[in-house]
């Protein structure tokens, strides 16, 4: 049986349907400060999230993860930095390597764009993503006790960066 590659490529307007239906059979409490999607659903592209600021996980054709980059404030201060504000993979393409695949592309672009320092922010409990996010240089460099009420529980903001130098 032949396993098709990953291929990682810049989304484009018409993936809108297809990102918007992986968001929603991906959302979990696991990952989500927003309530589950509900009808009617709004288009995944609007002014503050445009295509060009995503990576599109490809395999046998089909589209099985996003990631989603972009300066973490419109301050030129921080123009040197770029922010993950979302990693999904489909159920389907879990632990075949996607979202690192993802995360190293949206390094490598960070580098190309003159980024010279990448951050993200993920919830205490998803230890998943955290493990992911350290085996690929990332370190725990904050932590917001309780920032967020999710379900009825207060839940750690863990703020995580690493250099794109090294």
Request: proline content about 7%; hydrophobic content about 45%; charged content about 25%.
């Amino acid at each position: 049986m032949i396993v098709p590659e990953t291929l990682i490529r810049t989304a484009e307007r018409a993936d809108d349907d297809v990102l918007a239906e992986l968001d929603r059979v991906t959302w979990s409490r696991l990952h989500a400060v927003l309530p589950a999607p509900v009808p009617p659903y709004g288009p995944f592209f609007d002014d503050r999230h445009r295509p060009e600021d995503y990576l599109v996980a490809v395999r046998g054709g089909v589209v099985v993860g996003y990631v989603r980059t972009v300066p973490p404030t419109p301050l030129v201060a921080t123009a040197h930095v770029r922010q993950i504000q979302g990693l999904v993979v489909a159920e389907s393409a879990r632990g075949l390597g996607v979202a690192r695949a993802l995360l190293r592309a949206a390094m490598d672009r960070a580098r190309a764009d003159g980024a010279v320092r990448m951050t993200l922010r993920v919830l205490g409990h998803n230890a998943p993503a955290r493990a992911l996010y350290a085996s690929e240089g990332f370190t725990v460099e904050g932590v917001l006790p309780g920032e967020l009420f999710l379900d009825g529980e207060y839940v750690d903001d863990v703020l995580m960066g690493r250099s794109l130098t090294r």
